[in-house]
């Protein structure tokens, strides 16, 4: 090896050293992909990051941290939690998840297949919430608490999420 290859090889060595303590599978973008793309699938415009609702959202995680339970906060905003046992679970797995429920929500009588849950579906959907902000944390436990929070919210009884 010339010292130029020498180089590229040490420089390209580094830059793969650096993207395991990357924490780009829960970024802001990595939350509102999903997202958009269920909200798309119906016909619903996006959702945008707001600071103040991801404030929320963090600090609601971390009273979570200790414990990990899927225990909703009674905030002002609407809200999807996930719990996922161990530590790998990433801002896509949650929403994937909770979008899953598609397949139980029924539009046109406005309601889960029997003995079905779809509601987080349909905050993910729902076409008045146009704000998101979420966090994970890693609990002390391992297992993985992922929140998102919804400005304004949805869900609201006899209403159509979009």
Same mark, same amino acid.
């Given at each position: ?82 719990? =996922? ?7 896509? *797995?949650?929403?994937?998840?909770? /979008?899953? #429920?598609?397949? @139980? ?36 436990? =391992? ?7 919804? *400005?304004?919210?949805?869900?609201? /009884?006899? #209403?159509?999420? @979009?």
């Amino acid at each position: 090896m010339g010292m130029s290859s020498i180089a590229l090889f040490m420089i390209s060595a580094m830059a793969l050293a650096i993207v395991p303590i990357s924490h780009a599978q829960n970024s802001p973008q990595d939350f509102i992909n999903p997202h958009n793309a269920a909200r798309a699938a119906v016909g619903v415009g996006p959702v945008s990051w707001n600071a103040t609702v991801a404030a929320y959202a963090q600090d609601y995680a971390n009273k979570r941290k200790a414990d990990c339970e899927l225990v909703h906060s009674n905030g002002p905003y609407g809200e999807n939690i996930f719990w =996922g046992g161990g530590p790998g679970w990433t801002a896509a *797995d949650a929403v994937n998840d909770w /979008v899953s #429920e598609k397949q @139980y929500y029924d539009y046109a009588s406005n309601s889960c297949a029997p003995s079905q849950v779809c509601g987080h579906y349909t905050q993910v959907v729902w076409a008045k919430s146009v704000y998101i902000g979420c966090a994970r944390v890693t609990c002390d436990n =391992g297992d993985t608490f992922i929140t998102c929070n919804y *400005d304004p919210p949805g869900n609201y /009884v006899g #209403e159509r999420p @979009y």
